[in-house]
C-alpha cells in the first residue's frame, strides 16, 4: 500500500459506516480506514452519524426518511468526500438524497452537493485515490458477489476485482450468474421470504458450483444473507467482506449466518 501524503493535502474523508457494520460487523469498517489511509486519506468517524434512512425510504415513510437525510446531510456536508463500505448506503446518499429533497428550499443544494461526492468504498479507493494494489495476502480461492444497489446503480463492478487481483495468493474465480441478487433487498426479505430463500438458494448453488471457499462481497446486507443461506445448508464456505481481505484483516472469524430462519 502506498505512503499517505502531507495530512494538509490530504483528501479529508468522512467513513459512513452504515447501521449493518456498526451492529454486527465493526472490524469492517477498521478496514476501511485502513485502506482509506493507505490510499492517501484523511478520515474522520463523525460521532453524531446515524442510519442513511433507506429503510424508511424504501417502506414510503418519508417524513422520516427526510428527517434522516436532513441529519446526515448536516453531519457530513463539512468533509471532501463521504465514502461508505457498502453499495446501498453509498446509493441513497449519491442517487436518492437529490430526489427526496428536490422540493426542499433549505437542503435541496446541499444534497447535490453530498450526493457528488459520496462513493462506494472500492470505487472511492481506485476513482478518486488512484490506489491500484495491496500489499497483503490472503491464500485460497474466492468469488465475489455484486449487490444490485453496487453494480446497478453506482456501476461499481471492475474496482473490487482490480485491487482483489493484486492480494498474493489469491484466485478469483467468477460466479456463473455474477449479476444475479442474493434474495436480501432489504425489507423485501421480511416480507417476502419464501421469495427471497429461494432466489438465495439459486446463488448458493452459483456460488458452490465455482470450488471456492470463500464468498466476497461489498454489502454487509448481501453478506449476512448468504452466510445464513451457507449455515442453513452447512456448506463449509467462509463469508467475508472485501475490505477485511483487502485490509489484510483477515484474523476476526468469518461472517457467521444463524443455521435458522427461512
Avoid at 495476502?137 to 453496487?150: I, K, L
Amino acid at each position: 500500500m502506498t505512503s499517505p501524503p502531507d495530512a494538509q493535502q490530504a483528501p479529508y474523508v468522512g467513513l459512513f459506516v452504515t447501521c449493518l457494520v456498526d451492529l454486527f460487523r465493526p472490524s469492517v469498517g477498521f478496514a476501511a480506514i485502513k485502506l482509506l489511509e493507505a490510499g492517501g486519506a484523511r478520515v474522520e468517524v463523525p460521532g453524531t452519524q446515524t442510519c442513511c434512512g433507506q429503510p424508511a425510504y424504501n417502506s414510503g415513510d418519508r417524513r422520516d426518511a427526510i428527517a434522516i437525510a436532513r441529519q446526515v446531510i448536516e453531519t457530513f456536508e463539512r468533509f471532501d468526500y463521504v465514502v461508505a463500505p457498502s453499495g446501498s448506503c453509498a446509493g441513497i446518499l449519491r442517487l436518492h438524497y437529490p430526489r427526496l429533497l428536490a422540493d426542499d428550499p433549505d437542503f435541496a443544494g446541499r444534497a447535490d452537493l453530498l450526493a457528488g461526492k459520496s462513493f462506494e468504498l472500492t470505487s472511492f479507493l481506485v476513482d478518486v485515490l488512484g490506489l491500484t494494489a495491496v500489499d497483503t495476502t490472503f491464500p485460497g480461492t474466492v468469488t465475489y458477489h455484486d449487490s444490485c444497489s453496487s453494480l446497478r446503480e453506482l456501476h461499481v463492478r471492475d474496482a473490487p476485482r482490480r485491487l482483489l487481483s493484486s492480494v498474493a495468493g489469491l484466485s478469483l474465480v467468477e460466479l456463473a450468474d455474477s449479476e444475479a441478487c442474493c434474495g436480501f433487498g432489504g425489507a423485501f426479505s421480511v416480507k417476502y421470504p419464501e421469495i427471497s430463500a429461494a432466489i438465495a438458494d439459486t446463488k448458493l448453488r452459483d456460488i458452490a458450483g465455482t470450488g471456492a471457499t470463500t464468498v466476497l462481497s461489498g454489502d454487509l446486507g448481501c453478506l449476512l444473507e448468504i452466510a445464513g443461506r451457507l449455515a442453513r445448508e452447512r456448506k463449509a464456505i467462509e463469508v467475508r467482506h472485501v475490505a477485511e481481505v483487502l485490509a489484510g484483516m483477515t484474523d476476526e472469524p468469518a461472517i457467521a449466518g444463524s443455521g435458522q430462519g427461512r
